[in-house]
């Protein structure tokens, strides 16, 4: 009797479990902005297919796929309005293989499927997606090195690797001007930010990996798959605004020396542990003197800690005044 009342007690808590994830998972979904299907630029369309949007690259007579949506029967009735047939996709670049960017693989019979080699092990059971839940990939599939370049047809694709949403997360940059790039970033509130903390695997790792971004020069368009995409004008107001990947009111830890009396900011710490910044003036304070504020309100008071937006997690930068340069040091 015992026994059946624990079972019945823990399916109970399962269901409650299951219920409180699908409605996480709602709620996180709801955030997003998928655009509808359309030929966004010129050769370059957009299709939407569940919960997601992937892309298609017009190459000669064939095309070139970007992942491959959340619903095959919707992405089979978008195509028949762009008039593109299935069979004229020859090559599908995967991101990664959540189920919401391979529903529709089944449509394109003459395509080589390519992933990232660092995305096998989610698909290999190495790894699990979430808890139990491990991802499968049920085609063939070719794989590709980080900052390979490859070309198909008169299409040049580069594979950057950015980790974080999954352990083989990648962007793939066509023609060095189109960055197509999956779940590795968000596009909100006028600024490129971390995905979905509920979705990522690792939020710390895929801070570190929009970090590459840098390193692409001319960027004409981002293309995302829950987020929308932006052009030039857009990316170069981006790199402006604000040099931190991280939100503009993400709690940080600084002092009233610094807030109150605009003292300069000489010593700055950033937590390998929980990502927090900490940005102070070199004074002993007292605990009456710590504030909690938002990041961009101590880049307002001082804006030359743009210099070290990029200081790695578990790192320390410090100077002897506000002209001097910063020294970089890790805290191990």
Not at 117 to 143: A, P
Not at 285 to 299: C, I, K, R, S
Not at 312 to 322: C, D, E, I, M, S
């Amino acid at each position: 009797m015992i026994f059946k009342i624990v079972v019945i007690i823990l399916g109970v808590l399962i269901i409650l479990c299951i219920i409180a994830i699908l409605s996480k998972q709602a709620s996180e979904i709801s955030k997003m902005e998928h655009l509808e299907t359309q030929e966004i630029i010129n050769d370059i369309f957009v299709i939407k297919a569940g919960s997601a949007n992937f892309y298609l690259i017009k190459n000669g007579d064939e095309y070139i796929a970007i992942d491959a949506g959340g619903n095959k029967k919707e992405a089979q009735r978008e195509l028949k309005k762009l008039q593109i047939p299935s069979e004229k996709v020859t090559v599908v670049l995967l991101t990664h293989t959540d189920f919401d960017h391979i529903a529709a693989l089944g449509l394109f019979g003459n395509a080589a499927i390519y992933i990232s080699k660092e995305e096998v092990q989610m698909i290999d059971g190495t790894v699990s997606r979430m808890l139990f839940v491990k991802s499968k990939l049920n085609y063939s599939y070719k794989t590709l090195e980080d900052n390979e370049e490859r070309n198909f047809g008169k299409i040049k694709v580069k594979t950057i690797l950015m980790p974080g949403h999954t352990k083989g997360s990648a962007s793939f940059l066509i023609d060095d001007k189109y960055l197509f790039s999956g779940d590795n970033f968000s596009l909100k509130n006028g600024r490129i930010e971390l995905f979905n903390s509920f979705f990522n695997m690792n939020d710390n790792i895929q801070k570190e990996s929009i970090k590459r971004l840098d390193e692409i020069k001319d960027i004409e368009y981002i293309f995302t798959a829950h987020y929308g995409s932006i052009g030039e004008e857009q990316i170069m107001l981006f790199n402006k605004r604000f040099p931190f990947v991280e939100s503009k009111n993400v709690a940080t830890i600084t002092c009233k020396h610094i807030m109150n009396d605009h003292f300069p900011i000489l010593y700055v710490s950033h937590d390998e542990n929980d990502g927090m910044w900490q940005f102070l003036c070199g004074n002993e304070h007292g605990n009456d003197e710590a504030m909690v504020v938002a990041l961009e309100e101590v880049y307002e008071v001082d804006s030359s800690i743009s210099e070290i937006a990029d200081l790695p997690l578990g790192y320390v930068a410090f100077r002897q005044n506000h002209e001097s340069a910063w020294t970089i040091e890790s805290r191990k």
